[in-house]
């Protein structure tokens, strides 16, 4: 049975391991390389990103990477900035994938949200099609929003009282 934990990535053979990460196919037009997310939160450090490895025992299996608590004023200045609190990538590497690492990360991912300020909503957003991971966030809690931010459909997780361990009813 997996088990998703994550760990921060501080040195630098954590951060080659997690470069050695790779999509699965026919994932390649809605997920980036393992280097353009890192240069993505680099790019766009106003969205508070906040990364990790995701690890099964001693096993790395993926990265995960929030926005963590965005300022209402850096939302407020722009439409294609999504948050407090978004689910910004989720990559399982691909020897991994349909093992049940990726809603154990979610559920590690709402656990973190839920304890910090404002952390009621979890939202992250995608485009639909062919190898979208989009019926995997639905599966899992999610719902859509109507709101299109950067072209994709934003969706939401409700991590309120009385909500699941993925969102949804208790």
Not at 45 to 51: G, Q, T
Not at 55 to 71: A, E, K, T, W
Not at 109 to 123: C, K, M, Q, S
Not at 134 to 141: K, S
């Amino acid at each position: 049975m997996a088990t998703a934990g994550l760990r921060d990535i501080v040195t630098e053979d954590e951060y080659e391991a997690v470069m050695a990460l790779r999509r699965g196919a026919g994932r390649e037009g809605y997920l980036g390389t393992m280097m353009s997310h890192f240069e993505d939160a680099v790019a766009a450090a106003v969205a508070c990103p906040r990364y990790w490895s995701v690890h099964d025992g001693d096993r790395l299996v993926g990265y995960v990477m929030i926005s963590d608590g965005i300022p209402q004023d850096v939302l407020d200045a722009n439409d294609d900035i999504v948050g407090p609190y978004y689910l910004w990538r989720l990559l399982i590497d691909r020897r991994h994938q349909f093992k049940g690492y990726g809603g154990d990360t979610l559920d590690a991912i709402a656990t973190y949200v839920r304890i910090r300020p404002g952390g009621d909503v979890l939202l992250t957003s995608c485009r639909g099609g062919e190898g979208s991971p989009m019926a995997f966030y639905l599966g899992d809690g999610f719902v859509k929003t109507c709101r299109i931010a950067d072209g994709e459909e934003v969706l939401a997780l409700d991590l309120g009282p009385g909500s699941g361990p993925n969102g949804g009813p208790g």
